[in-house]
Structure formats: structure tokens, C-alpha cells
């Protein structure tokens, strides 16, 4: 085999401050157009413009925007053109490549301009170009994650689930060139694609302990209308479960069993006064007004198992709610009066929802369907109480009269619904989903899920965000106070 010398060529920088993840703009290939990047940090934005002949063969013409990566990661990214395009084969997409020469190996994760997604890989220098073609068209969300030495290319239409191709025993260097590029396919005529929602992702290592080794967090905040996401706040701490507040001003997250105040306007934290209770679980709850603080915690407890509290919203000692472990908030009654929640008692096999009056008396069992209930929220209105129960077989939406009577199922695919949250006007539910691998009795820490909308009354979920999460991202009611955006926690490995 012929392998062509190696030609690397200079960085074009960018024409904005490179606040985004990459670091270098290049030509690959010396195109006769050369190209621009350009990064707009208030939308997280970044825009390509490049020339090049193609990306095939054993050499490459194309505009690359990247950085040098080592190790597992993922990229996912919203990828549209802008215009219709000069050739049909014009293409976008995610590159992880070996080095900066025109002949690299690579893997790339490609939309053309005629809507053919596909995988197209070099598996050495100066090979041809291979190619693994979906029959999936149009796709706007792609993501190319590399594990161990294979590469997995998923890929969905908008609202839709991911569709994957693998690819086994790839030769990548140990540190590669990982980015976005665009390739006009016509060397005298410029293209142009825009990449928005693009994150980069550590995922937790393979001897990760759950609930014991944790990794970083971005707090976000999505336009539920237009999906665009924002990050507000971001630690190498698990950062757990916002939840807006009635005025709109601040999240209310959890962090190592402590809660803590994040000013949305001023971006200060502010720990909240939790009294004896610094063991607190990820399911905090704001009542309605806003005025009361519902949390369950551990700290005083024989076998340390969870207990319901109630304080001030703006913190104060808590005054204690339920008697018996384990007992895990979920929900407030809009008139404060009642609080719902997941309980086991008597050493039960089973964990079902219940309610009790914050000013006393019995607990009252409002499921009893075997498996495990849990999520239970409370509508606007008071007229139904939302749930995720497993009775089925997989984790699925429920509903349910604040009695406990007219139990009915809402969704029914093969994805484990979990921890359904209510829109302030009581028209949408926004909810966790796991892929079926996931066993439909646990929400695990870092994974690979989906955040769905469907109608209140039931419907077709509709996915609105791809996210490398799950447990802690979105344990508690995390709507706008104006129903137009929600909150959620994603997670990767952040260096101190």
C-alpha cells in the first residue's frame, strides 16, 4: 500500500474568542476555499463555512473545528444547513480523526445534503474511505461516541429516539483530533451548517460505584418550544434535581445532601439552612406558593432510612412528617395540605405511593398494584395525582384521582418511564426515559436517556432532549414558573 505523505496544515483561528470546547480551525486538505468558524457564546452556537472536494477516497478536502481528546467520550450535537445547497452530497457532521493529514484515519458521523445519514470511516492511513449508510433520512440530532476501540454513531429526526451504528476495531491514535467539519462536495462553492446543542461528554468510568463515585454536572435550562439549551452553572460536583421557584428568580438543587440556592440574574449559591437534616435525598419539593420546603432525609433515623420533613422555604429547622422508613417526597397537594410520596414499610417487597396531611394523622396507601410506584406529583388543579409504576412489566406513566381510584396508564412503549413532572397549566408531562436494557425497577446515575413530552390526558411521547444523565437530572417538578422552559442536570467528568 501507497500511503500518501502526510500534509498538516495551519490553524485558521477563529473569528470570535473561542469560548466553545474547540481550539482550532483548519483546512484540511489546502482547499481552494478556505474556511470559517465561528463561535456565538449568548447561544452556544457555532457556524461553519467551507469548501473542499469531498471527504472520501484516501484523501480529504473539508473545514474541521477541533480539539485533541484522549479517552472514552461522547459528542452530541443539532446539526441543520443553511440554504438549499449547490450538491446534493454537500455534508456535515462529527469527526474523530487520527491527525490533521489530508489521508488521516477517521470516524465520522455525516449528514448529507439530500438527508442520507451514514457512518463514514478510514480504518488506516491512506486507505479508502467505507462507508455504513442508515435508512434513516434527515436526521438533526447526531452524536459519535468513542468507547475502548469502537465507535457508535447515533442519530434521530427531531422529537424521535436515537437510531445506532457501531463500528468494532477501529485504529484511532489514543488521542485524536475530535470536531465538527462541513465539505461542500464542490471545491469553488462554498457550504455552510450551524451545530447548536453541542456538548462533550466524559462519561463515569467502568469501576464507577453507584451512589458512591459520582462526576460532574451542568445544571441547563431548555426552551421547551424550540429545545435550544443553555448551560446556567456547572461543578465537578453531582449537582442533583433543580427545581425553579415560584418567582422565577432561582433553582433549588441538591449537592453531597445539602440544599442550595442558585440565583438564575446573579449566578450566586447560597446554601440553604436544612437544620439537622444534611442528608438530603434528590427529591426536595417546593409547595405551590412557594412557601414551604418538603424534603426527605436520612440523618435521624435508626437504620438510616429516609423521613419526610417540612421548613420554611427559605430554610429553617425542619419539622418532621412521617414516622416511618423509608419514605421518599415527591409532591405537595396544591392547597399545602397533603404531601405524596413512595414508602416500604413493614419490610414489604414492595414500594407503593402514599399521601398524609402535614398537620397530622394516618398515612393513607393510595396504590397496591405489585412492583414498585413511585414519581407521585400532584396537578395544578388538584384533580390527579401523576405517577410511574412498573405493574406492567416496564416503568410507564400513570395517573390516578388524589383517592387513589381511576388508576390509568398513559404511556406504553418499550422505554422505562420515569419521575413524570407537570406543566404549570396542567397540559403537558415532561418525563425521564430509559432505554429497555435498563432494568424497569431502577433509575441509574450516567446513562444514556431521554427527556419526552406527551399530553397530560396521554399521547405520543415526543422526545425534547438527548442527554447523558438520569438519576438526579430531573427527580422534582423543574418547570418555569411561565411553562416554557424546564431545568435538568447532565453529567460529565469535570477536572477541579
Known amino acids: 500500500m501507497i500511503i500518501p505523505s502526510v500534509m498538516i496544515y495551519s490553524c485558521k483561528p477563529l473569528t470570535e474568542t473561542p469560548t466553545g470546547i474547540f481550539n482550532q480551525a483548519t483546512d484540511i486538505g489546502d482547499p481552494d476555499l478556505k474556511g470559517l468558524s465561528v463561535y456565538n457564546d449568548d447561544i452556544g452556537e457555532y457556524t461553519l463555512t467551507g469548501g473542499g472536494e469531498n471527504i472520501w477516497g484516501s484523501n480529504d478536502e473539508f473545514h474541521f473545528l477541533s480539539k485533541e481528546q484522549e479517552g472514552d467520550f461522547i459528542l452530541r450535537a443539532h446539526l441543520r444547513f443553511i440554504g438549499d445547497g449547490v450538491n446534493d452530497h454537500r455534508k456535515a457532521g462529527i469527526m474523530i480523526r487520527s491527525s490533521l493529514s489530508n489521508a488521516s484515519a477517521h470516524v465520522s458521523a455525516v449528514v448529507h445534503g439530500d438527508g442520507l445519514t451514514s457512518l463514514q ?269 412498573s405493574r406492567t412489566g416496564t416503568m410507564q406513566i400513570w395517573r390516578m384521582k388524589p383517592d387513589g381510584s381511576q388508576q390509568e396508564q398513559l404511556t406504553f412503549d418499550k422505554y422505562n418511564d420515569w419521575l413524570p413532572h407537570v406543566s404549570p397549566d396542567g397540559k403537558w408531562l415532561a418525563f425521564i426515559s430509559y432505554e429497555s436494557s435498563v432494568r424497569s425497577d431502577d433509575h441509574p446515575f450516567y446513562k444514556q436517556v431521554y427527556i419526552r413530552l406527551i399530553p397530560a390526558m396521554g399521547g405520543e411521547p415526543v422526545v425534547i432532549a438527548w442527554l447523558y444523565g438520569g438519576q438526579g437530572s430531573m427527580n422534582v417538578n423543574s418547570w418555569s414558573p411561565d411553562g416554557n422552559y424546564i431545568a435538568f442536570v447532565s453529567n460529565t467528568v469535570i477536572e477541579e
Open 121 to 389: 470511516y478510514r480504518p488506516e492511513a491512506g486507505a479508502d474511505t467505507r462507508e455504513i449508510k442508515s435508512n434513516i433520512y434527515g436526521a438533526g440530532i447526531i452524536q459519535l461516541e468513542r468507547r475502548g476501540d469502537s465507535c457508535f454513531f447515533s442519530f434521530a429526526r427531531k422529537g424521535e429516539t436515537f437510531n445506532t451504528i457501531a463500528l468494532g476495531g477501529v485504529d484511532l491514535a489514543e488521542k485524536v483530533k475530535l470536531g465538527i467539519f462541513i465539505c461542500s462536495h464542490e471545491s469553488g462553492e462554498p457550504e455552510t451548517a450551524v451545530f447548536d446543542n453541542l456538548r462533550l461528554v466524559i462519561p463515569s468510568p467502568e469501576n464507577f460505584t453507584p451512589y458512591q463515585d459520582y462526576i460532574g454536572s451542568h445544571i441547563e435550562i431548555m426552551d421547551v418550544r424550540t429545545g435550544n439549551r443553555k448551560i446556567v452553572h456547572s461543578s465537578p460536583l453531582s449537582l442533583q434535581a433543580p427545581n425553579w421557584t415560584p418567582d422565577g428568580n432561582r433553582l433549588i438543587y441538591n449537592s453531597q445532601g445539602k440544599l442550595y440556592s442558585f440565583g438564575l440574574d446573579s449566578s450566586e449559591v447560597n446554601e440553604i439552612n436544612t437544620g439537622f437534616a444534611v442528608n438530603n435525598n434528590n427529591d426536595h419539593v417546593l409547595s405551590f406558593d412557594g412557601k414551604l420546603l418538603g424534603i426527605s432525609d436520612h440523618t435521624e433515623h435508626e437504620n438510616n432510612e429516609s423521613l419526610i420533613y417540612v421548613l420554611p422555604a427559605e430554610g429553617g429547622e425542619p419539622e418532621r412528617i412521617t414516622d416511618a422508613g423509608p419514605s421518599y417526597l415527591h409532591g405537595f397537594s396544591p392547597d399545602s395540605e397533603f404531601m405524596v410520596y413512595t414508602a416500604g414499610r413493614n419490610n414489604a417487597k414492595h414500594l407503593y405511593i402514599y399521601k398524609i396531611s402535614r398537620f397530622g394523622g394516618e398515612e393513607i396507601r393510595l396504590t397496591d398494584a405489585p412492583g414498585l410506584d413511585d414519581g407521585s406529583e400532584y396537578s395544578p388543579d388538584g384533580e390527579y395525582i401523576y405517577f410511574n409504576s
